[in-house]
C-alpha cells in the first residue's frame, strides 16, 4: 500500500517540486490549499489530475483536523507560511498568526487525529538573522532581523517542544535560500532573472534593486526538497541545516545572470534606497555537513547552474509571450536574438 502524504503549501515553490517528488516515488500525495476567490496553481497545473487536494486554513484549527481526517497522511510537510520577508514587516501580525502560530495549530490537529504521522516543519536561515558564527550549523543561536525569522523561530521551536512533551516524529529542516524558475516574482533571485532576460529581450532597460553587498547560500529548490524526505525516512527525529555551504553577494547573482545573455550588468542597474530591509541580515552561509553525514544528502545543481536555469526559462516564457502579443515582423526579430543566445551549461 503507498505511503500518503499531505503538503500545505502545494501551490508554492517547493510545494510543487515536492508534490512531483513524492509522485515519483509513489506516494498519494494530498495538497491543503486555502479557500479563495482567485485560484493560483500554475505551478502544479501538470500534476493535478495526480493530486487530491483537501481544503485547510492555517488560522482555523479546525479546517486542520478536517483536512487531517481527509488525507490521513503518513507524513505531514507543512511548507505553507507567510514566506515572502519584506511582507513581514508591513503585515507582522499577520505573518505571526500563519508563520508561527499556524505552525501550532498544525501540531496540534496532528495530535488529535494522527499522532503516528511524521511532521516536517519549514524552518529557516532567516532565524540566524544577525549571525553569531559563520557558517550557520544546527546549535548556532537565532537571532532574527524581521517579523518573518521572529515568527519562523517560534515554529522552529513549537515543533521541538511537541516532538520532546509528545514524543511526536516532528523535524525542522532549517532551509538557507533555495531558487528555481518557479520563485515567486517579488523575491530578488526571479526579479532579477526576470529583468535580466526582459532586458535582453527589449522588453525593459532597467533593474532596481536595494542592498547588492547582502551574501547568501543559495541552492536549487528541486535538490533542497528531496532533503525534506529523507528526514522523515530516520529512524529517530532530528533538526537538519539544508544549504550548499558556498555564499555569494547579490551582486554576484546579478553579474552570473547579465553575463548569461552577454550584457553588462553597470549599464543597467539602478540602486534604489526604499529597496533596503529596515534591519538588514548581511551574510549567511550554512555548515551542511549533518545533512550529508545522515541522509546522505548533497546539491546537485551548482550557483551558476542555478542561475542560468533560472535565466533561460524567463527568457523562454516572456519569447513565448512575445510570439502571441507581437507584430509578426518583432516576434520575428526576438526570435531572432533567441537563436544567437549561447546559455552556459549547467554543472549538474
Avoid at 324 to 344: G, Y
Wanted: neutral net charge.
Amino acid at each position: 500500500m503507498s505511503k500518503r502524504a499531505l503538503i500545505t503549501g502545494i501551490t508554492g515553490q517547493d510545494g510543487s517540486y515536492l508534490a512531483e517528488l513524492l509522485l515519483d516515488k509513489g506516494y498519494a500525495v494530498f495538497g491543503m490549499v486555502r479557500r479563495s476567490s482567485t485560484e493560483n496553481f500554475a505551478r502544479i497545473e501538470h500534476l493535478r489530475e495526480q493530486l487530491q487536494l483537501v481544503q485547510g486554513d492555517l488560522l482555523d484549527a479546525n479546517s486542520l483536523e478536517k483536512a487531517l481526517k481527509a488525507s490521513q497522511p503518513d507524513e505531514i510537510y507543512n511548507l505553507a507560511a507567510q514566506s515572502f520577508v519584506p511582507a513581514s514587516w508591513t503585515q507582522p501580525i499577520l505573518t505571526g498568526e500563519f508563520t508561527a502560530l499556524g505552525v501550532a495549530r498544525l501540531l496540534e490537529a496532528m495530535r488529535t487525529v494522527c499522532p503516528e504521522a511524521r511532521f516536517y516543519q519549514a524552518s529557516s536561515s532567516e532565524m540566524f538573522g544577525k549571525v553569531l558564527e559563520v557558517p550557520q550549523s544546527e546549535t548556532t543561536p537565532f537571532y532574527p532581523r524581521s517579523p518573518y525569522g521572529v515568527a519562523k523561530v517560534y515554529g522552529h521551536y513549537i515543533t521541538v517542544n511537541m516532538r520532546e512533551s509528545y514524543n511526536l516524529f516532528a523535524v525542522n529542516g532549517i532551509l538557507f535560500n533555495h531558487e528555481s524558475p518557479r520563485r515567486g516574482l517579488e523575491f530578488v533571485t526571479r526579479k532579477v532573472t526576470r529583468s535580466v532576460a526582459a532586458i535582453k529581450l527589449g522588453l525593459q532597460k532597467h533593474l532596481e534593486l536595494g542592498n547588492l553587498d547582502a551574501r547568501r547560500d543559495w541552492g536549487f529548490a528541486g535538490d533542497y526538497v528531496d532533503a525534506m524526505w529523507r528526514m522523515l525516512q530516520q529512524s529517530m527525529p532530528d533538526d537538519f541545516v539544508v544549504a550548499t555551504g558556498v555564499t555569494h553577494s547579490v551582486r554576484e547573482f546579478v553579474d552570473a545572470a547579465f553575463a548569461t545573455v552577454d550584457l553588462d550588468p553597470e549599464a543597467h542597474i539602478r540602486i534604489r534606497a526604499d529597496l533596503i530591509r529596515p534591519a538588514e541580515v548581511d551574510l549567511l552561509v550554512g555548515d551542511p555537513s549533518k545533512a550529508k553525514r545522515d541522509l546522505n544528502w548533497a546539491p546537485k545543481i551548482d550557483f551558476h547552474g542555478l542561475v542560468e536555469m533560472m535565466v533561460r526559462a524567463d527568457f523562454d516564457d516572456l519569447s513565448a509571450q512575445d510570439r502571441n502579443a507581437l507584430p509578426a515582423q518583432v516576434s520575428v526579430a526576438r526570435r531572432q536574438v533567441a537563436r544567437n543566445l549561447k546559455f552556459r551549461k549547467a554543472k549538474v
